[in-house]
């Protein structure tokens, strides 16, 4: 008799200890899928906050320069509507008589619009080139000279912009900093700062798009070096936005 309580007694203690592991297996599974739950709705809700602050923006670019055509979409590589609005803001502001920029696009007719006096937009693309004339011919926009300068190397020893194109280039008022293209190598931008930091007025305000990459971000930090009586500020843009402005 003894015998078989104390096998009932094992057997008891073996089925608790059973159901304990259980127990402690489905909590961790609980918890994991809780937490996995969590982030998901968390990234949602970020998404959905990121979509309304580019929504808002250009919302706010329609209103305000009131396109006459169809304009190219905002989304993937070009310039994102949170910098384009930033970037009106600062010219409505700042009143530039020359503005330079590197890379062509919806930017060129964003620039335009918002008032630059003259506008010079540089791009390694003939084709980008052309749609970027076209476009502007439909909106009507004067006054503006897109360049193709193609990639040559360059003694940083990486391709950018043929430099016998910027020649003429002088008292730059407002450099915009969108291109070369990022994925033709990390440095691609870097050679802005010794080509174009000695054609800048000394009002100059540079912008910067994709500063969220470690390179651009470094460009940035480079030319608020360079120039001493500028201050460098970050926007958390969808890509990072860097305007070193006059102090």
């Known amino acids: 008799m003894d015998y078989i309580q104390a096998l ?11 159901c304990v ?10 918890s994991t899928s809780t937490s996995k739950i969590t982030k998901l709705l968390n990234e949602q809700k970020n998404q959905s906050l990121h979509a309304y602050r580019q929504l808002e923006a250009f919302h706010q670019l329609i209103s305000l320069l009131k396109f ?13 509507p949170d910098l384009l609005l930033t970037m009106v803001d600062i010219i409505r502001t700042h009143k530039p008589r020359l503005v330079v920029e590197l890379g062509s696009g919806v930017s060129t007719l964003v620039i335009a619009k918002a008032g630059a006096e003259k506008l010079i937009s540089i791009d390694n693309s003939d084709e980008f080139a052309t749609k970027t004339r076209v476009m502007l011919k439909e ?9 193709v300068a193609p990639l040559t190397p360059h003694s940083s020893g990486v391709d950018w912009y043929d430099t016998s194109k910027l020649d003429d280039i002088k008292g730059i008022d407002l450099l915009f900093i969108d ?3 990022g994925s033709n190598s990390r440095d691609a931008r870097k050679p ?9 007025s000394p009002r100059a305000v540079i912008i910067m798009d994709d500063v969220k990459r470690p390179a651009e971000r470094e460009l940035a930090e480079a030319f608020a070096q360079a120039l001493p009586s500028h201050v460098l500020t970050f926007h958390h843009h969808e890509k990072g936005t860097a305007v070193i402005s006059p102090k």
Do not use: D, N, Q
């Open 8 to 18: 009932l007694l094992l057997a008891s203690c073996a089925g608790i200890f059973y």
């Open 21 to 30: 592991r259980m127990l402690r297996a489905l909590h961790t599974k609980v």
């Open 68 to 80: 006459t055509a169809p304009i190219p979409l905002t989304r993937g590589w070009v310039a994102s």
């Open 139 to 147: 909106h009507g926009v004067r006054g503006v000279e897109v360049r």
């Open 179 to 181: 291109g070369p293209p």
């Open 192 to 200: 802005a700062l010794p080509e174009l930091l000695e054609r800048l």
